[in-house]
Nanobody, 126 residues
Framework: VQLQASGGGLVQAGGSLRLSCAVS????????IAWFRQAPGKEREFVAA????????YYADSVKDRFTISRDNAKATVSVQMNSLKLEDTTIYYC????????????????????WGQGTLVTVSS
């Protein structure tokens, strides 16, 4: 499985940005796609996740009601629409995939994800 993240950039506080993660390879093995972010010197933080089927989604409290994760079936792409961006949203964002399947469980730690894309930098300015 290969993941390619894109869409990062510079945006003013209160603005919006859309990140995309193109997924290729053995996609049939994927159960969940997630977005994480990591600031320098900090642990990688869970942002949002979606089942590869698109059937359900899960968000970190810090981004709930501001970020929306979605899947484009035709393009095998998972996107996260980020609205009302705050200065503290500035960091590098990563997409990740896991084939681990546990009913009604969302993995929010990076160790549970087997495949990672390269990061994309989001900078929110005042």
């Amino acid at each position: 499985v290969q993941l390619q993240a894109s869409g990062g950039g510079l945006v003013q506080a209160g603005g919006s940005l859309r990140l995309s993660c193109a997924v290729s390879g053995r996609t049939l093995s994927i159960y969940t796609i997630a977005w994480f972010r990591q600031a320098p010197g900090k642990e990688r933080e869970f942002v949002a996740a979606i089942r590869w089927s698109g059937a359900s989604k899960y968000y970190a409290d810090s981004v709930k009601d501001r970020f929306t994760i979605s899947r484009d079936n035709a393009k095998a792409t998972v996107s996260v629409q980020m609205n009302s961006l705050k200065l503290e949203d500035t960091t590098i964002y990563y997409c990740a995939a896991t084939s681990r399947t546990v009913f009604n469980t969302w993995y929010t730690t990076e160790g549970r994800y087997d495949y990672w894309g390269q990061g994309t930098l989001v900078t929110v300015s005042s």
